[in-house]
Nanobody
Framework: QVQLVESGGGLVQAGGSLRLSCAAS????????MGWFRQAPGKEREFVAA????????YYAVSVKGRFTISRDNAKNTVYLQMNSLKPEDTAAYYC???????????????WGQGTQVTVSS
């Protein structure tokens, strides 16, 4: 099992940027697929981005493609989500997750962080 702790959330104006970090402990993330999901109040958790264990493959939700970038530093055991051109509809709690297979489905991820809140004002 890997423990995940997100950070970097906050309040930002529309058009601004934030960089989320996900620090892992307990196991090295080099053997895991890493993903980011988000959940807005009253809505289901949705996929945002994922990266294969090697970093060679990335996947993005249509709503964030071109604005968000997922990256990983296996040596630092950390995953990042760079979010640019933020919109009010990006407001949500953002969660980092680790899993065995590259997937956009939350159910395939086995370990989750507690989340960090991102609020984008108009």
């Amino acid at each position: 099992q890997v423990q995940l702790v997100e950070s970097g959330g906050g309040l930002v104006q529309a058009g601004g940027s934030l960089r989320l970090s996900c620090a892992a402990s307990g196991r090295m993330i080099s053997g895991y697929v890493m993903g980011w999901f988000r959940q807005a109040p009253g809505k289901e958790r949705e996929f945002v981005a994922a990266m294969s264990w090697s970093g060679g493959l990335t996947y993005y939700a249509v709503s964030v493609k071109g604005r968000f970038t997922i990256s990983r530093d296996n040596a630092k055991n950390t995953v990042y989500l760079q979010m640019n051109s933020l919109k009010p509809e990006d407001t949500a709690a953002y969660y980092c997750a680790a899993g065995p297979v590259t997937s956009t489905a939350a159910r395939t991820y086995t370990d989750w962080g507690q989340g960090t809140q991102v609020t984008v004002s108009s």
